[in-house]
């Protein structure tokens, strides 16, 4: 089976630009989709298709896929971007989605 | 589009239970849905999806034989059913819109099912 790993917790300060990867055999092979998950919500889509934003998303959010990561980047942290994040590709050989454990990230 | 799932439920060990994901917005037939489960403090896990236009589905293995999937198109619902509930069921299940390679792009409010032995 095809295994996503995301480190447990990313630290930033208020302003400063938060990296969250998702490591993945070939990843960038595939297509790579971003969710946040604030406490006691739903997940929200930020980032698909590695870099696209849904609509309502802030341009603060961004995304990149290459070799065997997959990285959401988040510039200029607010407070309100404290949350889980997860990433998700497809495993095209099972046709099964995978998501990585999560990150959630602290705003210092 | 919005998916609004039916309430919490409380059970206990061995007893039976159906929950429910109604869509609207959108055409019920021209997308999956998935359903994913979220215990207590963890990660989101894949637990299986459906086809509402042929009700073809597909589970983990992980999920598979102990839950079932199934859509009713007249209504617009999916539904996510066990048999025969544990403890270890205790979680959050979340079902959500998507298609093949697609992101799940919406995503029902969630249903908390609480299982006491």
């Known amino acids: 089976s095809y295994v996503l790993t995301q480190p447990p917790s990313v630290s930033v300060a208020p302003g400063q630009t938060a990296r969250i990867t998702c490591g993945g055999n070939n990843i960038g092979s595939k297509s790579a989709h971003w969710y946040q998950q604030k406490p006691g919500q739903a997940p929200v889509l930020v980032v698909f298709d590695d870099d696209d934003r849904p609509s309502g998303i802030p341009e603060r959010f961004s995304g990149s896929n290459s070799g065997n990561t997959a990285t959401l980047t988040i510039s200029r942290v607010e407070a309100g971007d404290e949350a889980g994040y997860y990433c998700q590709v497809w495993n095209t050989s099972s046709e099964h989605p995978v998501f990585g454990g999560g990150t959630t990230l602290t705003v210092l | 589009v919005q998916l609004v799932q039916s309430g919490a439920e409380v059970k206990k060990h061995g007893e039976s239970l159906r929950i429910s994901c109604k869509a609207s917005g959108y055409s019920f037939t021209s997308y999956w849905i998935t359903w994913v489960r979220q215990m207590p403090g963890k990660g989101l896990e894949w637990m299986g999806q459906?086809?509402?236009?042929?009700?073809?589905?597909k589970y983990s293995p992980s999920f598979e034989g102990h839950v079932t999937i199934s859509a009713d198109k007249s209504i617009r619902t999916a539904y996510l059913q066990f048999s025969s509930l544990r403890p270890s069921d205790t979680a959050i299940y979340y079902c959500?819109?998507?298609?093949?390679?697609?992101?799940?792009?919406?995503w029902g409010q969630g249903t908390l099912v609480t299982v006491s032995s």
């Open positions: 459906i086809d509402p236009s042929g009700s073809s589905t």
């Open positions: 959500a819109r998507t298609y093949s390679l697609l992101p799940f792009d919406s």
